[in-house]
């Protein structure tokens, strides 16, 4: 990987929108003795939106799961808005309640409803009174366009209020950043535009955003930077502008080639 | 940024490392399960200084000085170890006649539920709710005290006996405490290693016509080779060492009291083996349904759609799937039947449990004699789940 | 020019073309047919003759007390008599409250919901109410009858708590606990530790219901919570001194009444061990891993009679000199530890069957690993596990009759105590076996559907 181009993005993103607020500094992580993530340097900006593409088991899931410490790495840091992620566990919660998370299969909580969904984390984990988690809740809801389906089951509804559910209660944490893995993959493709529009408000609102996704509309329109990783490393790195009409790498252009 | 990975930047305080949280929580409960287990050896250790007995295994070579029922044989002079060998003996016994007949009437059972005769599908029904709902040991004792005790048999001495027409040898033997039936009498180590090489060429033949059958197409008619290797070698064998064995007919002893000759079962083994057949074979019944229809109902629609005739069907579409669902449950319920036939010490079947009981209350120090009987069921246990994991991984559909 | 339209054929087969399509289908058929159907018309004509004509059921009839209650005092009966509206009441109520919150929270999702009819609990219990009227039948007096009238009033007294609003459901779980441990002391007595049981139960109740949803939780509520429980628990021991009632300790129960109620002591006690083990079983630290292994797989590779003879003869060598342990007190704690190993594996193979996604959503959303068994894994786990659990009671609950070999008198060994008596030395064993097994069947045969009911709502059911 390009050292300078690294840096150069980096000095970019800290001057554009403010200082970094996700750092990783040489994180490997293995599986056994297959190595995931080889030597990733990576800093995201406050308020930036960063779109990671890239082949499948390229390491982009591995990635953004070391961020809230779903995998642990080996080596490396990774500090995210000040606290590094260690094996100290106060630090790994409180990065956690820092971080909200989409995932592919929505991993909603089917024993409870859509609002019980929303309001579980606020009530437990910040120890919010039922009522105020309830109106927290339910802006959120509005938010994401489905306050109607608060007291439907999650089972009942199709797969795009279910991922927009996920991503409500995502919020309701507050989160300063919220990384979205894959979030639209196991959508019908009527569902998937939906889920974006929600997204793509978020990134207008400011909100700090890591996505892995395919969906290269989403990135053209919002993303501040886009990251092309292959085999556990960053290959390529820059704006949408210049990925999409100028990719410098062979493997980008040829990801790209499969993909557009 | 290009600085190398540095080790974490922070100490992070002991008590909330998670690594160390991780030792910390296994030491605390090997330690609580420690100290608890040295509380209850210390007890026992006490105990038996205090009581004067020891924890040794020397009974096992003293002398039995009880003798066992219906093992005219067994010597009461014989140390507790052939006991132990004899109950083990019984509960194989047991066992494996108990899953004899639970297998086969559980399948006819199972499919039989499945049948499109009203009649037929609900006594199938009918049998499995009854014997499920009903407790082994109560199915036991009503076969024992139904057909034996109070049943029509008389007593040995005025036994029914059964003769084939023509010869003056006794076929069966009905009594209300013994049946005999024919066996087999003589036979050599030479004859049955014979029979075992006999067996494996039988294997190999089926393996040989498989292969030939993925090379050439030929149908292979495998179950008709194994079978053909495995009765011409048992003629071939029972010839050359000029007839080993004969048969053996059941007759009454001179003082009509024991039947001689042939295979003698008494009451226990049969109420156990019936009793715990017919229960467990309802269980497999359940099991055997519920596979079949968990078989997905594309596959009938697929194999109709390629012009197989139901039999067909069932042969290469749905008995394999169904079976492979089935086999890990039914291996589970021939475990607990065995397990049940602890249930002989009620009808003094002479299994282990039995054999255990008995030889407690003749004084034998009970801690010892029960851990050989548990050690015995662990070993069947063992066996049979070691065949459950061999089993389970041969049949896993090959998935991607 | 308009078509006539003729209605379509509804072809509903009744009489003769039912006969020919379900009994005859094909000739393998209608062989099979022609040889069962006189069989089982003999067979059932034998029966019948057996069960109604013939057989003596003077056996069953003069011994059905010892048969119920076995050698309970006579003149402590009225316990029992109290017992069971007791248990009638709290068995209404907590079914009131299960069924009115299920239909609250489905009306509300709008899902459909049918209503818990009287017809539809007479019909699903058909063979346990059934049973009820055979033993009302051998009855030689009237209280019986009054007794299971008194029962099914109070049933349907506890069911009324269906009707009250909302608020007031989380009262019910309460009175239904409060209500079986009253069942069990009336007959067992307020001595001993019986105060600690019950402190407990209501040490529970105190600690979910202090703390109202509008206070934000903090120290201040636990502090309070514990407050509320060490109050009530002081309360119930002063209670306790003051009424003091040696009752009729569990040495002296038998009968069907013990079979009942070793059968539900064991469920109970052996659900908070088994579920430590499960969780233990598949935690990521190997030694816990190991050690509930271990205790498993020796468990569950032995007959539970192997388990009952070490509790008869071997027990009491592992405690310490001079404790005595009644021989019905080591078959429940027995019968404890074996169940726990079977309820391990169960809810074991329920947390299996849970997406690994649905611990890392409660990861990833800060909450802490206690915070995320509680609230996420083992509500969904062992929903998904009823029916397998309803199976491992009714596996209990017949396994109960092994107590008779070790001359314990529960349900099954009454019988010995009945041909014990010379005017039944030997008759009547086919009647009394009979009587046994009808009973045992109803019970079973009515919790197995029970089951396979459950199972089919589970699956189709929302989420």
């Given at each position: 990987m390009n050292d300078e181009s690294t840096q150069q993005v980096y000095a970019d993103a800290t001057k554009a929108k403010g200082d970094a607020i996700i750092e990783l500094e040489g994180v490997d992580k293995f599986f056994g003795d297959f190595q995931a993530l080889k030597d990733i340097n990576m800093a995201v900006g406050r308020q930036e939106v960063v779109v990671v593409i890239g082949p499948s088991g390229s390491g982009k899931s591995t990635l953004i799961r070391c961020i809230n410490h779903l995998e642990t790495h080996e080596r490396g840091r990774i500090v995210v808005d000040g606290i590094e992620l260690s094996e100290d566990i106060r630090n790994i919660q409180e990065v956690r309640r820092e971080t909200g998370m989409v995932f592919q299969s929505f991993?909603?909580?089917?024993?409870?409803t859509v609002l019980d969904n929303v309001t579980l984390a606020p009530r437990?984990?910040?120890?919010?009174?039922k009522a105020d988690a309830e109106e927290l809740a339910m802006k959120q809801l509005t938010r994401v366009k489905i306050p109607e389906q608060a007291r439907k089951y999650p089972g009942q509804l199709s797969g795009g209020q279910q991922q927009r559910v996920a991503i409500a209660r995502a919020l309701a944490m507050q989160p300063k950043v919220m990384l979205f893995d894959?979030?639209?993959?196991?959508?019908?493709p009527e569902m998937i535009k939906e889920v974006l529009d929600v997204m793509v408000e978020l990134a207008e609102g400011g909100m700090t955003m890591i996505v892995v996704t395919h969906e290269m509309s989403f990135a053209r329109a919002v993303a501040n930077r886009v990251v092309f990783m292959a085999d556990g490393e960053i290959v390529e790195v820059g704006t949408p502008e210049h990925f999409f009409t100028n990719p410098e790498e062979d493997r980008t252009k040829l990801f790209l080639s499969q993909i557009l | 940024m290009t600085t190398p990975p540095s080790p974490l930047s922070t100490r992070v305080p002991l008590w909330r490392d998670v690594r160390v949280l991780r030792v910390v929580g296994q030491v605390l409960a090997v330690a609580v399960a420690f100290l608890v287990l040295r509380w209850l050896l210390g007890n026992l250790t006490s105990n038996l200084d205090r009581l004067n007995l020891g924890l040794d295994f020397g009974f096992l070579s003293r002398p039995t000085q009880f003798q066992v029922p219906y093992?005219?044989?067994?010597?009461?002079?014989?140390?507790v170890a052939d006991m132990v060998l004899v109950g083990i003996k019984n509960t194989f016994l047991a066992g494996f006649s108990g899953i004899v007949i639970a297998l086969t009437v559980g399948l006819m059972v199972g499919v039989s539920r499945l049948s499109q005769n009203w009649l037929v599908a609900r006594l199938a029904t009918v049998f499995v709710e009854f014997f499920r709902n009903i407790p082994p040991l109560v199915i036991i004792i009503f076969f024992a005290a139904a057909v034996f005790t109070f049943g029509p048999f008389p007593n040995l001495r005025e036994a029914i006996l059964v003769s084939a027409p023509g010869s003056s040898s006794n076929l069966v033997i009905l009594s209300n405490d013994q049946w005999g039936i024919p066996g087999f009498a003589g036979g050599s180590p030479l004859f049955t290693g014979l029979i075992g090489l006999g067996l494996i060429l039988a294997a190999a033949g089926w393996l040989w016509r498989t292969r030939l059958n993925e090379r050439t197409g030929r149908p292979h008619h495998r179950l008709a080779w194994f079978l053909g290797i495995l009765i011409a070698s048992v003629i071939i064998s029972y010839l050359a060492l000029g007839r080993p064995v004969s048969m053996s007919w059941p007759a009454q002893s001179e003082n009509r009291r024991l039947i001689v000759g042939g295979f003698a079962l008494n009451w226990g083994f049969m109420s156990v083996t019936a009793g715990l057949g017919l229960y467990t074979a309802s269980h497999v019944a359940e099991i055997i349904r519920g596979s079949i229809l968990a078989v997905p109902k594309g596959q009938n629609e697929a194999s109709t759609a390629l012009a197989l005739s139901g039999f067909q069907r069932y042969r290469f579409v749905v008995l394999p799937q169904a079976l492979r669902i089935a086999i890990p449950p039914i291996i589970n319920q021939c475990l607990n039947l065995v397990k049940n036939t602890s249930l002989g010490t009620a009808v003094a079947y002479a299994e282990i449990a039995a054999l255990t009981q008995t030889s407690i209350g003749n004084g034998r120090p009970a801690l010892q004699s029960l851990i050989v009987m548990m050690a015995v069921y662990l070993m069947f246990s063992l066996s049979i789940s070691l065949l459950l994991n061999l089993v389970n991984q041969r049949f896993q559909l090959v998935t991607r | 020019m308009t078509a006539t339209t003729t209605p379509p054929l509804v072809k509903r087969l009744t009489g003769i073309g039912w006969v020919r399509s379900n009994l005859f289908p094909n000739v393998w058929s209608s062989i099979l047919t022609i040889l069962l159907l006189p069989v089982l018309l003999y067979s059932g004509y034998r029966a019948g003759l057996f069960l109604l004509v013939n057989a003596e059921w003077e056996a069953v009839e003069r011994n059905l007390t010892l048969f119920m209650q076995g050698t309970f005092p006579r003149d402590q009966q009225w316990r029992l008599v109290a017992q069971l509206p007791l248990f009638a009441l709290a068995l209404g109520a907590g079914l009131g409250t299960a069924s009115s919150s299920a239909q609250d929270r489905a009306i509300e999702a709008g899902l459909p919901h049918e209503r818990t009819s009287p017809i539809g609990i007479v019909r699903r219990f058909w063979s346990v109410i059934g049973f009820v009227l055979v033993l009302l039948y051998f009855a030689s007096t009237a209280n019986p009858w009054f007794v299971v009238l008194g029962s099914v009033l109070a049933f349907l007294l506890g069911f009324q708590?269906?009707?009250?609003?909302?608020?007031?459901?989380?009262y019910g779980w309460s009175l239904m606990s409060l209500l079986l441990v009253a069942g069990f002391q009336v007959v067992s007595g307020t001595t001993g530790r019986a105060w600690l049981v019950t402190a407990i139960v209501v040490g529970i109740g105190a600690w979910t219901l202090t703390g109202s949803e509008r206070i934000v939780p903090g120290w201040r509520t636990w502090a309070l919570k514990t407050g509320a429980v060490i109050v009530t628990s002081v309360l119930v021991f002063l209670l306790y001194s003051v009424i003091t009632d040696p009752g009729v300790g569990w040495d002296k129960w038998s009968g069907l009444h013990l079979t009942l109620w070793v059968s539900a002591l064991a469920i109970i006690l052996s659900f908070p061990f088994g579920l430590i083990m499960a969780l233990a079983r598949r935690s990521g630290l190997p030694a816990l891993r190991l050690l509930a292994t271990t205790y498993i797989e020796l468990i569950r590779g032995v007959p539970l009679i192997a388990l009952l003879f070490m509790g008869q003869?071997?027990?009491?060598?592992?405690?310490?000199?001079g404790s005595s342990l009644s021989s019905i007190s080591r078959a429940i704690a027995v019968f404890t530890l074996f169940t726990a190993a079977y309820v391990a594996e169960i809810v074991r193979g329920g947390l299996q069957s849970l997406p690994p996604g649905q611990t890392e959503a409660g990861q990833a959303l800060g909450l802490t690993p206690p915070s995320v068994i509680r609230l996420i894994v083992l509500p969904q786990a062992l929903r998904a596990v009823i029916p397998a659990m309803v199976g491992q009671f009714i596996s209990l609950f017949k396994d109960t009759s092994l107590l008779s070999i070790l001359a314990i008198f529960e349900f099954f060994n009454v019988r010995s105590l009945v041909h014990g008596q010379p005017d039944f030395r030997v008759v009547a064993h086919a009647e009394t076996l009979v009587f046994v097994a009808v009973g045992y069947w109803a019970v079973a045969f009515a919790m197995s559907r029970e089951s396979q009911r459950l199972e089919g709502r589970l699956r189709v059911g929302a989420a």
């Amino acid at each position: 990987m390009n050292d300078e181009s690294t840096q150069q993005v980096y000095a970019d993103a800290t001057k554009a929108k403010g200082d970094a607020i996700i750092e990783l500094e040489g994180v490997d992580k293995f599986f056994g003795d297959f190595q995931a993530l080889k030597d990733i340097n990576m800093a995201v900006g406050r308020q930036e939106v960063v779109v990671v593409i890239g082949p499948s088991g390229s390491g982009k899931s591995t990635l953004i799961r070391c961020i809230n410490h779903l995998e642990t790495h080996e080596r490396g840091r990774i500090v995210v808005d000040g606290i590094e992620l260690s094996e100290d566990i106060r630090n790994i919660q409180e990065v956690r309640r820092e971080t909200g998370m989409v995932f592919q299969s929505f991993n909603l909580f089917p024993h409870l409803t859509v609002l019980d969904n929303v309001t579980l984390a606020p009530r437990q984990v910040r120890n919010m009174a039922k009522a105020d988690a309830e109106e927290l809740a339910m802006k959120q809801l509005t938010r994401v366009k489905i306050p109607e389906q608060a007291r439907k089951y999650p089972g009942q509804l199709s797969g795009g209020q279910q991922q927009r559910v996920a991503i409500a209660r995502a919020l309701a944490m507050q989160p300063k950043v919220m990384l979205f893995d894959e979030p639209t993959s196991a959508l019908d493709p009527e569902m998937i535009k939906e889920v974006l529009d929600v997204m793509v408000e978020l990134a207008e609102g400011g909100m700090t955003m890591i996505v892995v996704t395919h969906e290269m509309s989403f990135a053209r329109a919002v993303a501040n930077r886009v990251v092309f990783m292959a085999d556990g490393e960053i290959v390529e790195v820059g704006t949408p502008e210049h990925f999409f009409t100028n990719p410098e790498e062979d493997r980008t252009k040829l990801f790209l080639s499969q993909i557009l | 940024m290009t600085t190398p990975p540095s080790p974490l930047s922070t100490r992070v305080p002991l008590w909330r490392d998670v690594r160390v949280l991780r030792v910390v929580g296994q030491v605390l409960a090997v330690a609580v399960a420690f100290l608890v287990l040295r509380w209850l050896l210390g007890n026992l250790t006490s105990n038996l200084d205090r009581l004067n007995l020891g924890l040794d295994f020397g009974f096992l070579s003293r002398p039995t000085q009880f003798q066992v029922p219906y093992h005219s044989t067994f010597n009461p002079r014989a140390p507790v170890a052939d006991m132990v060998l004899v109950g083990i003996k019984n509960t194989f016994l047991a066992g494996f006649s108990g899953i004899v007949i639970a297998l086969t009437v559980g399948l006819m059972v199972g499919v039989s539920r499945l049948s499109q005769n009203w009649l037929v599908a609900r006594l199938a029904t009918v049998f499995v709710e009854f014997f499920r709902n009903i407790p082994p040991l109560v199915i036991i004792i009503f076969f024992a005290a139904a057909v034996f005790t109070f049943g029509p048999f008389p007593n040995l001495r005025e036994a029914i006996l059964v003769s084939a027409p023509g010869s003056s040898s006794n076929l069966v033997i009905l009594s209300n405490d013994q049946w005999g039936i024919p066996g087999f009498a003589g036979g050599s180590p030479l004859f049955t290693g014979l029979i075992g090489l006999g067996l494996i060429l039988a294997a190999a033949g089926w393996l040989w016509r498989t292969r030939l059958n993925e090379r050439t197409g030929r149908p292979h008619h495998r179950l008709a080779w194994f079978l053909g290797i495995l009765i011409a070698s048992v003629i071939i064998s029972y010839l050359a060492l000029g007839r080993p064995v004969s048969m053996s007919w059941p007759a009454q002893s001179e003082n009509r009291r024991l039947i001689v000759g042939g295979f003698a079962l008494n009451w226990g083994f049969m109420s156990v083996t019936a009793g715990l057949g017919l229960y467990t074979a309802s269980h497999v019944a359940e099991i055997i349904r519920g596979s079949i229809l968990a078989v997905p109902k594309g596959q009938n629609e697929a194999s109709t759609a390629l012009a197989l005739s139901g039999f067909q069907r069932y042969r290469f579409v749905v008995l394999p799937q169904a079976l492979r669902i089935a086999i890990p449950p039914i291996i589970n319920q021939c475990l607990n039947l065995v397990k049940n036939t602890s249930l002989g010490t009620a009808v003094a079947y002479a299994e282990i449990a039995a054999l255990t009981q008995t030889s407690i209350g003749n004084g034998r120090p009970a801690l010892q004699s029960l851990i050989v009987m548990m050690a015995v069921y662990l070993m069947f246990s063992l066996s049979i789940s070691l065949l459950l994991n061999l089993v389970n991984q041969r049949f896993q559909l090959v998935t991607r | 020019m308009t078509a006539t339209t003729t209605p379509p054929l509804v072809k509903r087969l009744t009489g003769i073309g039912w006969v020919r399509s379900n009994l005859f289908p094909n000739v393998w058929s209608s062989i099979l047919t022609i040889l069962l159907l006189p069989v089982l018309l003999y067979s059932g004509y034998r029966a019948g003759l057996f069960l109604l004509v013939n057989a003596e059921w003077e056996a069953v009839e003069r011994n059905l007390t010892l048969f119920m209650q076995g050698t309970f005092p006579r003149d402590q009966q009225w316990r029992l008599v109290a017992q069971l509206p007791l248990f009638a009441l709290a068995l209404g109520a907590g079914l009131g409250t299960a069924s009115s919150s299920a239909q609250d929270r489905a009306i509300e999702a709008g899902l459909p919901h049918e209503r818990t009819s009287p017809i539809g609990i007479v019909r699903r219990f058909w063979s346990v109410i059934g049973f009820v009227l055979v033993l009302l039948y051998f009855a030689s007096t009237a209280n019986p009858w009054f007794v299971v009238l008194g029962s099914v009033l109070a049933f349907l007294l506890g069911f009324q708590i269906r009707g009250l609003p909302a608020r007031f459901r989380l009262y019910g779980w309460s009175l239904m606990s409060l209500l079986l441990v009253a069942g069990f002391q009336v007959v067992s007595g307020t001595t001993g530790r019986a105060w600690l049981v019950t402190a407990i139960v209501v040490g529970i109740g105190a600690w979910t219901l202090t703390g109202s949803e509008r206070i934000v939780p903090g120290w201040r509520t636990w502090a309070l919570k514990t407050g509320a429980v060490i109050v009530t628990s002081v309360l119930v021991f002063l209670l306790y001194s003051v009424i003091t009632d040696p009752g009729v300790g569990w040495d002296k129960w038998s009968g069907l009444h013990l079979t009942l109620w070793v059968s539900a002591l064991a469920i109970i006690l052996s659900f908070p061990f088994g579920l430590i083990m499960a969780l233990a079983r598949r935690s990521g630290l190997p030694a816990l891993r190991l050690l509930a292994t271990t205790y498993i797989e020796l468990i569950r590779g032995v007959p539970l009679i192997a388990l009952l003879f070490m509790g008869q003869y071997v027990a009491l060598f592992f405690l310490p000199a001079g404790s005595s342990l009644s021989s019905i007190s080591r078959a429940i704690a027995v019968f404890t530890l074996f169940t726990a190993a079977y309820v391990a594996e169960i809810v074991r193979g329920g947390l299996q069957s849970l997406p690994p996604g649905q611990t890392e959503a409660g990861q990833a959303l800060g909450l802490t690993p206690p915070s995320v068994i509680r609230l996420i894994v083992l509500p969904q786990a062992l929903r998904a596990v009823i029916p397998a659990m309803v199976g491992q009671f009714i596996s209990l609950f017949k396994d109960t009759s092994l107590l008779s070999i070790l001359a314990i008198f529960e349900f099954f060994n009454v019988r010995s105590l009945v041909h014990g008596q010379p005017d039944f030395r030997v008759v009547a064993h086919a009647e009394t076996l009979v009587f046994v097994a009808v009973g045992y069947w109803a019970v079973a045969f009515a919790m197995s559907r029970e089951s396979q009911r459950l199972e089919g709502r589970l699956r189709v059911g929302a989420a």
